[in-house]
């Protein structure tokens, strides 16, 4: 398995993924990322941290059935594996705790 630190952008891939759950594809990924966002999520960009996050070990993927509405050709689905809910859990305490100590700031009613 190659480094498991997160960037910002495999961060959002891999959070979007787990809110997906069985229909995390590239182009729901990308629907996502952008309402969650409000900004435009390349597909291009999405295939290469989704193939970056494989590599890692922190997701997997299995193609889905064929189907006629896509001329035959299958989608390949995306789960977050057991390593990269590990590192989201990190990257979440760790964002929390960093924030717990800035004085003036309140995590509670955030966002």
Known sequence: MKG??????EELVLLTIA??????YSVAICDELERYTGRSAKLGVVHAVLNRLEEKGLAKSHLGDASATRGGKRKRFYEVSHAGKVALTRAKELREAIWRNIPGFNLE???
């Open 4 to 9: 498991t630190n997160l960037g910002e952008f």
């Open 19 to 24: 809110a997906l759950g069985t229909e995390a």
């Open 109 to 111: 009613g955030s966002i």
